[in-house]
Each structure stands twice: as C-alpha cells, then as structure tokens.
C-alpha cells in the first residue's frame, strides 16, 4: 500500500521544464484535465443511457514492480434497500476521489455466503452481503484508500450520481494494458 501511495503522489506531482516530453521519452503519463472532463461527460452519459455503473479505464500502465490504473467511475442514485452488499478486489489497492455527488460507502467487515469471479475489467473478484462493515459518508473532495480483499459498497447515493477517480494499484498485473 505504501509503494501505491508513493506512486499517486509521484502520478499528482508535476515539475518545470524547457522543453515538452512525453512518457516515451521518459517523462510523466500525464491525463489532461480536457481528457479527465471528456471521461466524466462520456460516463455521464452512459448512465443517461440506462446504465447504472459506468466504469472506464483511463490509463493503466506499467510503472515497474507493478502496474498503476486510473478509471472514472460513475454511478446512479442508490437507496438503502435494508441489506449492505459490495465487492471486494483480491488482487487491487484503490483510492478514491470523489469529484461531484454525495453518499455512503459500506467498507470492511465480512461477506456472508461470499461468491468469486473474475472480471474481465478487475482481475478476481469477491462479492456478497456486508455484515459489520462501517458506514462513512463522502462528498467531493473527500479520499477513500481501500486496501485489496477489503469488502466495499454504496449503502446509498443520496444524489442524482456521484463521480469519483479511482486510482488502482496492480502488482499482480490482472488488468489490462491501456496506454491511451
């Protein structure tokens, strides 16, 4: 977890120079704000057009030992339904920002009657009812840092949606290249 904060930090610092260099010339990887926009608008619309959850990779790349992600997520108004349920990553440490929206996340505690799979998107994968899991409230601006195998959900959305970057930390590499 240590060597994924010191890579975001490394990831958010910008420093000057004379001359414009790209990651292939050694340089930084470096999404624009324009693109990170772009990236909300086209989730925002994914969920005008009926879906739930919209999550698209923005970058994951590797940065040596492991590979790094950031995705913008998206996702509608949800109501507590009486019964917390979530995910849990096996193999991935993220770290969200929330950008626009409010809500509840439901993080740690234990499934109960836990499923795996694999996801095309996120390597292995558990999910299930949450019992015991502690309830926080976010909003812009806040950070939530969710360690791998660690039970996480939406006990509610209390806004039309709510936007958030994930920065994911991939050392066993079950994620896919995207570079651009």
Known sequence: MRNLIRLILLSLTVTS???LV????????????EEVAAT???GLENLNGGSTVSDIVMRHI?????????????RSKV??????TGIAHVNLDEIYYIVT???????GGEFIEKQTSTSSLLGPMERGEIR????????????AIIPKGMPHGWHEITTASISY????GDPDEVMQIKSE
């Open 132 to 143: 015991n899991g502690v309830l926080q409230k976010v909003k812009p601006g806040d950070i």
């Open 79 to 84: 109501e507590f339904t009486g019964t917390e």
């Open 101 to 107: 929206g409010e809500g509840t996340m439901v993080t």
């Open 17 to 19: 120079t004379t001359q």
């Open 40 to 42: 909300l608008a086209q």
């Open 165 to 168: 970057i994930i920065f994911r």
């Open 22 to 33: 790209s990651a292939d010339d050694g340089g930084s990887t470096i999404m624009t704000s």
């Open 62 to 74: 590797d940065v040596g030992e492991q590979n790094m992600g950031v995705s913008v997520v998206q």
